[in-house]
């Protein structure tokens, strides 16, 4: 188990010049001993590529990765004793589950009724016991995952394990099993887990902490909660929730921001449906309406911005062609400044 | 383990009307032919299956039978093994990649005559290089007179003729495994031998079968080669079963015979490449099933 | 989040996989220096042998020609039938490669991931067509494509070399396709993905060895059929192979200009081998689906 400390960035190219050169934009991340992260963020964003610098697969161009303040940059994999999941499941065809998991631990040399009682342990815990002398190659995806999770869990001073979009292969309707294996495991072992995913839903659920990337940057590191109520960045409103924040140019006068033109971000379930006249509401033509189940999803069209509401159906909901009129300045009102990064919130009720 | 799905025979229609139609005809025409004592085109005689009796009770076929058996089991021995280590060390990346690729499929490109007409040369102690070089190294080399010499000049003419398919097939093979196999493998302290045994080897098992097959068959229906390097010589020494069958029929200008030769030289390779291939499909589900100690 | 400092260059370059094994016995290195050596050296002779007249070749022997002559490869290039020779066997190779490959893919998805009655039979059945000699169908397809009107035309060769071909290309194509595990297929089907889609976007640049390798044995192995396509074909459409075998004259074989041309015969496939390079080398790049 260990804390890890990145101060890196990554190019590929010799003398990068511009932003797009960079794989990864300078930046300082701490992962701390046990903790459970999650990298997200869309294709190409460069979460593979910082959890492949982490686990030694990729050395950075740039900067250090220190595992307990041991700096570890040029150390292999094997050296750092992290493990990792991919995306799809890598497990030794011709062996069996057993043999499978009990392979990193024959290949250090360790006592062969220490790894059949580890092997025990593991295989307990993944649910695999039945399947201990089963041949690996014959067994689903998901078990073939927890098979490769199990490798990595095998070793028992194991230092992280990083997982790369694990669930991508697996049955919709399991991948909540697995989920929840995961956070009982994080509960049970302690581990510092770094997860990689494009789904919002599954970062959200497993980490602790999650680090949202966009274009080889770290935009915001925070909870769920800080995330979707206080997004420091354009891309994470647009990125978490679902839909997204929704986005209007604005202006802000002189105070504790600097002026200028600005864009207010506020989210679907922050906006409500004020009366004609109410301060800061905004007038609108709803689009259309949709049935969520338990809300409902109000589109309407504010000039030439769509804007989304979240509806409660208490209410009364209004029908395509409406006048509406759309409350969105409150306390989860956010203004970000031209390079998308936030400048001003509204911690109260306006005057 | 697949679904079931009988509408999948669209799928497989083209191949089997291409291959149907080039194959199937002449099966039947060399079918009628075998059965029938052609003494004229006029005179046609069926005669069941006397050719066949007599074609199996020929001893010189025996013989030729034993070499090319002998032959073939030989190729493969060496060319697979020797395959396989090729396209381990083959590189997989960069402007050494497709410079070694293009010079392993050289040999390949060859006709086969012109391979023949090659070493036929090239292993003459007078004018040939390696026959020179074995003749300044000592050995009495001679393809032409020395039975023994003629049978392993055969061999390793096919060996350096076809060993590049072998290798193409399991480079590919190899190129065809992910990277986050040997990532895995570096993670989990595999040695390297632990790669070839446990990853590199099982994910090849689909070329090699391929391979294997090929080769067998392939050395088994081996004419123009050996035919242009030594006639079938000394003797009959290299006298392998598609040239006994062109001897027979050219020589005794008799299409039965040579047409009931040709279905049971057909059926040895089919009976033979049949056990082959199950073989190699039971090796490969019973690994599944014990495990690999 | 502090991104205003940039931090220092690492110490080393980053290291690439291999090189972490450096300082290890270059065993491979050494092998595959020692079989290039093995595989070229023939070829070699045969090069020097085109450079040489036919009486040197017999008379003396040299690493290299005494007196290097570029005749060989005048007779070559300006009897007409030895150049249309070429062209000839290009196009029904081409053909037949395209052909091949065309119907060999979705027979080898089919064989892949479905099972239906006879399959198996069917799989097996396809190679059998490469276990006769092809003496055996000389006679048959002789009367064939007469019969057709197809007699001389690029097109019945390559027809006709379907036999071997098609077969073959099932086989490694379903090889590979198998290897790709179904997974792939059902995530692109739930991603929306329609079948043609899936299958040249996501699911062909995953067996692309597979593909490469495929088509290069097609082009080889009709490139480098004798029997069939001299039979086959007399003026319009005789292959380089045929043209080839007369060099047997009067005087004896002329082991000169036979060289010359096998030296030539290389030529297209090497090209066509390093045009398809990429595709049998390229690893299998994982693209996020």
């Given at each position: ?9 990554h ?7 511009s ?26 964003c ?18 250090t990765?220190?595992f307990?303040?041991a700096?570890?940059t040029?150390a ?28 990193p ?25 039945g ?48 989920r929840?294996?995961?956070k009982q ?5 302690k ?11 599954e ?7 999650v ?34 924040m ?7 006068t002189?105070?504790?921001?600097p ?5 207010l ?12 006249g109410?301060?800061g ?13 338990t ?17 409660s ?6 029908e ?12 989860h ?19 | ?6 509408k ?29 004592d ?8 069926f ?18 039978l ?12 060496v060319e ?37 007409t090659i ?8 004018i ?23 049978w ?28 986050a ?38 050395s ?18 290299t ?7 062109t ?28 056990i ?15 495990g690999?100690? | 989040?502090?991104t ?11 290291r ?69 020779g ?7 190779v ?18 892949s ?92 640049p ?14 080889m192995?009709?490139?480098?059929e ?6 086959l ?20 074989m ?5 060289a ?12 066509v081998?390093?045009?398809v390079?990429h ?11």
């Open positions: 188990m260990s804390r890890i400390d990145l101060d890196l960035a190019t590929y190219k010799p003398n990068p010049k932003d797009e050169d960079w794989a990864l934009l300078p930046l300082r991340m701490v992962f701390e001993d046990g903790g459970a992260y999650a990298l997200l963020g869309p294709s190409g460069g979460k593979t590529t910082m959890l492949n610098i982490v686990s030694g697969l990729i050395t950075p161009s740039h900067g990765v220190r307990d303040d700096d570890v040029h292999t994999p094997q050296q750092r004793n992290i493990a990792q999941v991919f995306q799809f499941p890598v497990i030794y065809d011709t062996m069996t589950v057993s043999e499978n998991l009990a392979f631990l024959l290949n250090r040399g360790v006592a062969p009724e220490r790894i059949r009682a580890r092997v025990g342990v593991i295989a307990e815990m993944l649910e695999l016991s399947q201990l002398n089963q041949r690996a190659a014959g067994l689903s995806a998901d078990q073939k995952q927890k098979i490769s999770l199990g490798r990595g869990l095998v070793r028992e001073d194991v230092s992280a394990v990083l997982f790369d979009e694990p669930l991508t292969v697996i049955d919709p309707h399991l991948k909540w099993q697995l929840r294996k995961l495991i994080h509960h049970e072992l581990l510092t887990l770094i997860y990689v995913t494009h789904d919002q839903v970062a959200l659920t497993f980490a602790d902490q680090v949202v990337m966009t274009r080889g940057k770290a935009v915001q590191v925070g909870s769920a909660s800080q995330l979707f109520e206080r997004p420091e960045h354009m891309f994470v409103g647009h990125f978490i929730g679902s839909p997204g929704n986005f209007l140019p604005a202006a802000l002189p105070g504790r921001a002026a200028g033109a600005a864009t971000g506020v989210r679907p379930e922050h906006v409500v449906l004020a009366t004609q109410a301060p509401a905004l007038q609108g033509t709803v689009v259309q309406a949709q049935d969520i189940g809300y409902w999803l109000v589109h309407a069209k504010v000039g030439e911005h769509v804007v989304r509401a979240r509806v159906g208490e209410y009364a909901v209004p395509a062609g409406e006048t509406v009129w759309l409350g969105v300045m409150g306390p009102t956010c203004f970000y400044a031209s390079n998308e990064e936030l400048v001003a919130a509204l911690t109260e009720e306006p005057a | 383990m697949k679904p079931v799905n009988q999948a025979w669209l799928l497989v229609l083209p191949v089997f009307l291409c291959v149907a139609f080039s194959a199937i005809l002449p099966l039947m025409t060399v079918v009628n032919y075998s059965v029938q052609i003494i004229s085109p006029e005179r046609r005689v005669v069941g299956t006397e050719w066949f009796v007599s074609v199996m009770r020929d001893s010189d076929l025996h013989a030729a034993a070499r090319q058996l002998t032959f073939s089991l030989a190729v493969l021995v697979i093994p020797l395959g396989i280590a090729l396209a381990l060390s083959m590189p997989a990346t960069g402007w050494k990649a497709s410079a070694v690729l293009v010079l392993v499929a050289l040999s390949l490109l060859i006709p086969w005559n012109v391979v023949g070493w036929q040369i090239y292993g003459r102690g007078d040939g290089l390696l026959g020179a070089a074995l003749q300044k190294l000592g050995f009495d080399y001679s393809y032409t007179g020395n039975a023994t010499h003629a392993v000049t055969v061999l390793v003419m096919d060996v350096w003729h076809w060993t590049p398919l072998v290798a193409l097939l399991c480079y590919a093979g190899l190129r065809a495994i992910p990277d196999y040997y990532q895995a493998a570096r993670i989990d302290g595999a040695s390297k031998l632990a790669v070839f045994r446990y990853i590199q080897l099982p994910k090849l098992r689909g070329v090699l079968m391929i391979a294997v097959l090929l080769r067998f068959m392939d088994f229906m081996i004419y123009t080669e050996p035919f242009v390097l030594t006639g079938g010589g000394p003797g009959n020494a006298t392998f079963l598609s040239q006994y069958l001897q027979k029929a050219v020589g005794q200008f008799d299409l039965g015979p040579a047409a009931a030769f040709s279905l049971i030289y057909f059926l040895i390779i089919l009976l033979l490449c049949f082959l291939y199950n073989w190699m499909q039971r090796v490969g589900t019973a690994d599944k099933l014990e690999v100690e | 989040m502090n205003s400092v940039m931090p220092t260059p690492a110490a080393n370059a980053p690439s996989a291999s090189r972490a094994r450096a300082g290890a016995f270059p065993t491979r290195a050494i092998f595959l220096v020692v079989y290039l050596l093995f595989a070229i050296l023939p070829i070699y002779w045969m090069v020097m042998m085109s450079f040489k007249t036919n009486e040197e070749i017999l008379s003396s022997f040299s690493l290299w020609p005494q007196h290097f002559t570029w005749d060989n490869y005048k007779v070559i290039f300006t009897d007409e039938s030895w150049y249309s070429y062209i000839n066997s290009l196009i029904y081409a053909i037949n490669t395209v052909i091949s490959i065309s119907v060999a893919l979705p027979a080898a998805y089919a064989f991931r479905y099972s239906f009655l006879g399959d198996k039979h069917l799989f097996f059945w396809l190679l059998t067509n490469r276990m006769t000699p092809p003496a055996v169908f000389l006679l048959p397809f002789f009367q064939l494509y007469t019969t057709l009107g197809l007699m001389d035309t690029h097109i019945a060769v390559a027809l006709a070399h379907l036999v071997f071909n098609v077969p073959l290309a099932v086989w490694i194509l379903e090889g590979f396709m198998s290897g790709i595990p179904r997974e792939i297929d059902e995530t692109a089907y739930i991603d929306g993905y329609s079948f043609p889609r899936f299958f040249f976007k996501v699911f062909l995953l067996i692309k060895a597979g593909v490469g390798v495929a088509a290069f044995f097609c082009f192995f009709s490139w480098v004798l029997l069939l396509a001299r039979t074909t007399s003026v319009n459409a005789k292959p380089i192979v045929a043209t080839m075998t007369r060099t047997v004259s009067a005087s004896g002329d082991w000169a200009v036979l010359a041309a096998g030296t030539l015969t290389i030529v297209p496939g090497a090209i081998i390093w045009f390079r595709y049998i080398a390229k690893g299998f790049a994982m693209g996020r689906v």
